[in-house]
């Protein structure tokens, strides 16, 4: 008798406590985005950035789902950096790391998949611990190039986002 009301005790509690988790959960998330004018600033950072090293490079923003926001292609940079831009920033978001730490998996069936690159010059976009979008740059003549210039975009905006978080 004394078990089974410590038992009946206990899913009381148990109960209690899953219900009050599930009235303090909500049906829906929300999500931080990128505005418009926020991934215009690190696109156009991105390029000033490899200007002052002499390069013209082609920049991609893209936001938390890879969908793209903004493409920048510096006046002489050739057309195909910005495709690879794009597939940077579009890596960077999706893997919520820099590109340049995936080149170990860009020979492996999930580094063949359509679409992404695993080579140095993408990177996430963070703040207060989220991810907001990803940036890719193509077109310097070595991907560390590309990534601290997609740095320096991130660079120009990092304290307003963090402002806002």
């Known amino acids: 008798m004394k078990r089974m009301i410590v038992s009946i005790g206990l899913l009381a509690g148990i109960s209690l406590s899953l219900g009050a988790i599930a009235e303090d959960a909500s049906p829906t998330v929300t999500l931080k985005r990128l505005s ?37 292609r510096d006046t002489i940079a050739a057309s195909i950096t910005v495709p690879i831009s794009r597939q940077k920033a579009f890596t960077a978001a999706n893997f919520n790391a820099p590109t340049s730490a995936l080149k170990d998996r860009a020979d492996t069936p999930i580094g063949r998949i359509d679409g992404l690159v695993m080579s140095a010059g993408g990177l996430p976009v963070q703040a207060g611990g989220q991810l907001l979008g990803g940036v890719g740059v193509s077109g310097a003549p070595s991907g560390e190039t590309d990534e601290a210039c997609a740095q320096a975009g991130i660079d120009k905006v990092i304290d307003d986002l963090e402002m806002a978080m």
């Open 36 to 72: 418009l004018e926020t991934a215009n600033r690190i696109a156009l950072g991105a390029i000033e950035a490899c200007r002052k090293q002499g390069v013209q490079v082609g920049v991609s923003v893209v936001d938390r789902d890879g969908a793209l926001q903004v493409v920048m």
